[in-house]
């Protein structure tokens, strides 16, 4: 496999929020996706999530409480916690997570 440009990759996305799996590392699915500025329903997962920002912003809600991820920062999700996205989010966002069963 190639290096992949990341924030390439996310722009030609067709649309905001749609993600391209990059691969598998052992059972983690590592994905590439853009972020427009518009916020993103609640969600919660089983297993953990890891949340890295290569260039804008992450603004997210966390059990609650505001956070933002700037880039170049990680942040982890962890199992069953509930979290949105908030309005301002944009720019290039990795995630690495387990496939839901």
Request: with cysteine.
């Amino acid at each position: 496999m190639n290096a992949v440009d990341l924030a390439e990759t996310a722009a030609g996305l067709p649309e905001a929020w749609s993600s391209r799996r990059l691969g598998m590392v052992g059972a983690a699915c590592v994905k590439v996706l853009r972020m427009d500025e518009l916020p993103v329903e609640e969600e919660s997962h089983r297993t953990a999530e890891a949340l890295l920002v290569i260039d804008g912003r992450l603004e997210l809600e966390v059990d609650g409480m505001p956070v933002s991820v700037r880039a170049g920062e990680l942040f982890m999700v962890a199992a069953e916690t509930a979290h949105t996205v908030r309005p301002g989010s944009r720019g290039t966002l990795v995630i690495v997570e387990l496939p839901e069963e």
